[in-house]
């Protein structure tokens, strides 16, 4: 079974086969959790993602979707790069099913590359917008519906929620036991 736990910190720093990005569509890098994570990774990411863009992504990575490239200076052997939706309150449901599906794409991403341990940020929880309980109830109640799939294998031992500041892990943490999702071995 996979355990869901959450620690306040930078995701940079974590020590686990994948790191999940909330990236954007081009790939190219941006600000926040993806200028961090190409910054501290180096160049070795970003020419990945230029490839990716050359060949089966020549339009970009789609919201919802995502891809993996090499973690380059990082302490993670992976980097899963996927676009969360921004937040409109007027589209709400199609748009909450779009950030599911970020949390679903890249736990199926991080298995086929076999991870053991991968790390997610609050994917459109920054500059998109999305208010922080929302986005905590979609992603801990996301990947536990995932994980607690018998189906689900590849032997994943752990998601983190790597939440940046307290106010947000506070958040995850009310929302984590609101749910009974966090802390489950
Ligand atoms: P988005 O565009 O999907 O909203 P952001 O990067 O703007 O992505 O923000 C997503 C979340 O990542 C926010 O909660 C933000 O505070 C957080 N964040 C920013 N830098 C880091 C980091 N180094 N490690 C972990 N989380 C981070």
Redesign the pocket.
């Known amino acids: 079974m996979t355990r869901i736990t959450l620690v306040e ?4 720093e974590q020590q686990v086969d994948a790191v999940v990005n ?3 569509s081009s790939l190219l890098g ?8 190409h910054r501290k990774g180096g160049p070795q990411i970003l020419e990945e993602c230029r490839r990716l863009r050359a060949s089966q992504y020549g339009r970009g990575l789609r919201t919802g979707q995502a891809v993996a490239t090499t973690a380059g200076d990082l302490p993670a052997r992976w980097v899963i790069h996927t ?2 939706p ?1 937040y409109l309150v007027e589209e709400y449901g199609e748009r909450a099913e779009l950030l599911a599906s970020c949390y679903r794409e890249s736990l199926r991403v991080a298995v086929e590359l076999g991870a053991r341990t991968v790390a997610f ?10 208010p ?1 309980a929302g ?1 905590a109830r979609i992603a801990l109640g996301t990947v536990a519906e995932v994980t607690a799939d018998p189906g689900f294998g590849g032997g994943l031992e752990e998601a983190r929620f ?4 307290r106010e ?1 892990y506070e958040v995850f943490e009310d929302v984590g036991r609101e749910l009974g999702s966090t802390g489950r071995e």
């Open positions: 910190g930078d995701i940079t909330a990236a954007n941006g600000g926040g959790v993806d200028g961090a994570i676009v969360g921004v940020p609050a994917v459109s929880a920054g500059v998109y917008g999305w922080p986005a790597v939440l940046f500041g947000t």
